[in-house]
């Protein structure tokens, strides 16, 4: 039962000033319209991840691209048609693990695009698009260290980027079943990868997809295993401000209409069938698609959330 649902049923039996008191401290959102703002400046800006190949990254030429950029970019087309303002343009601004809630909360990006799971916590604060990949946290370790359970991860030294849902899992894994193993945080996935590679930590926490497109381009990859045990799942999807109605249903609208026709597909080839990363679509990703929903992520291990 919610704490609303609770005061209200002892509504008669508690003095009304203490109710509303009571009322008074639940939390409220006040509407939020970047609409009007995106009609006013004709400028949208969108935050970016600068190392979370295939979905948002910097190129060769320095320009951020990815999956989840052109996602962004077709809600843009969609912003535009609404507004009927072919040019409004187009800023990026490079955000963090731990920056990118801040960031938006304080209106200095207006979507989030990148690798964010959508997470009950997270849902306190910010709003979710539909869902658009569905990952799952694995552990990317040397090959001669296996790791079925969680428990074989005791004693280990392990990366974490600081800021995911890795961190906070294995933060609280940390006071129980993982009380022996060594944690050590990093500010980004190409530092935490770095580490593994050259022998400072023995496995690194992050979601698989992630895992996959660091190690795609490296000549590690023979060297490294990715475990099978899946720690959590993990929907992503676009970021918004609490209370941003109007932008979100834009958002949610693109990609409604890639769903239904099929096109989804073809971005999807695009990024995660090349010839360097091969990642099959899953079965939680294909159904995101058929039915689109904002289901938050869960942890697979009992007693523990992301």
């Known amino acids: 039962m919610s704490p609303l649902s609770a005061h209200l049923l002892r509504a008669t039996l508690i003095p009304a000033s203490f109710a509303l008191t009571a009322l008074a401290a639940l939390p409220v959102h006040a509407a939020v319209d970047t609409m009007s703002k995106i009609r006013e400046t004709r400028t949208i800006v969108l935050g970016v991840r600068e190392a979370a190949a295939p979905f948002s990254f910097v190129n060769a030429q320095k320009q951020p691209v990815g999956y989840s950029v052109d996602l962004c970019m077709n809600a843009v087309e969609e912003i535009r048609r609404e507004l009927k303002l072919p040019d409004i343009k ?25 690798s964010t799971t959508n997470t009950m916590a997270r849902q306190e604060k910010v709003d979710f ?12 370790t040397s090959q001669n260290l296996h790791v ?9 030294p392990v990366a974490l980027t600081k800021g995911t849902t890795s961190e906070k899992l294995f933060r609280q894994l940390a006071e129980g079943e993982l009380r022996d193993a060594k944690f050590t945080t990093y500010d980004n996935n190409v530092e935490a990868f770095k580490a593994l590679k050259e022998g400072k930590v023995r496995a690194f926490a992050q979601d698989d997809s992630l895992l996959q497109g660091l190690v795609s381009n490296d000549k590690t990859i023979d060297t490294l295993s990715l475990s099978r045990l899946a720690l959590s799942v993990e929907p992503y999807a676009v970021m918004a401000r609490k209370g941003d109605t109007a932008l979100l249903a834009a958002v949610d609208r693109s990609l409604a209409q890639l769903y239904s026709s099929g096109e989804i597909n073809k971005l999807y080839d695009k990024w995660f069938n090349t010839s360097t990363l091969t990642i099959k679509m899953g079965r939680l990703t294909r159904d995101s698609f058929v039915r689109p929903n904002k ?10 959330s992301i």
């Open 295 to 304: 289901q938050p992520g869960v942890a697979m291990v009992l007693g523990h």
């Open 129 to 140: 698009s539909y869902t658009f990949f569905v990952a799952g946290m694995r552990v990317l």
């Open 90 to 114: 187009v800023q990026y601004k490079p955000v963090s693990g731990p920056d990118r809630i801040p960031k938006l909360l304080s209106g200095e990006i207006d979507l989030e695009c990148g």
């Open 148 to 156: 079925d359970t969680v428990k074989d991860l005791q004693k280990q």
